[in-house]
């Protein structure tokens, strides 16, 4: 009869070898340790992510570029502009009861 010790350890190692491959399959990276098939590294994140998915990011970079450029050229609207006349007859105008 084998050793129960011997079946014990050749037990542990393939239920490590499976749940390595298991491992190495739910991952993104592929089995090499490099990028799944088919992925391409987004620069700005350092991720790997589908063509698709880069493209996205990069329409969406692009108009937030945009976007701030527009914010920082923009002038703050113009304060407006006050009628010549005194606060008094301002307040006048604002309380009726006042005479």
Request: aromatic letters at 2%; glycine letters at 6%; zero cysteines.
């Amino acid at each position: 009869m084998a050793n129960p010790q011997d079946a014990a350890e050749a037990l542990k190692e393939s239920v490590q070898q499976v749940a390595d491959k298991v491992q190495s399959l739910t991952t993104s990276d592929g089995p090499s340790g490099g990028p799944a098939p088919n992925q391409l590294l987004d620069e700005a994140t350092g991720e790997y992510v589908s063509k698709s998915e880069l493209k996205k990011r990069q329409k969406q970079r692009e108009k937030d570029k945009q976007k701030a450029e527009r914010e920082s050229t923009r002038q703050a609207p113009p304060q407006p502009k006050r009628k010549a006349g005194s606060v008094e007859e301002e307040e006048a105008k604002l309380n009726p009861n006042v005479s």
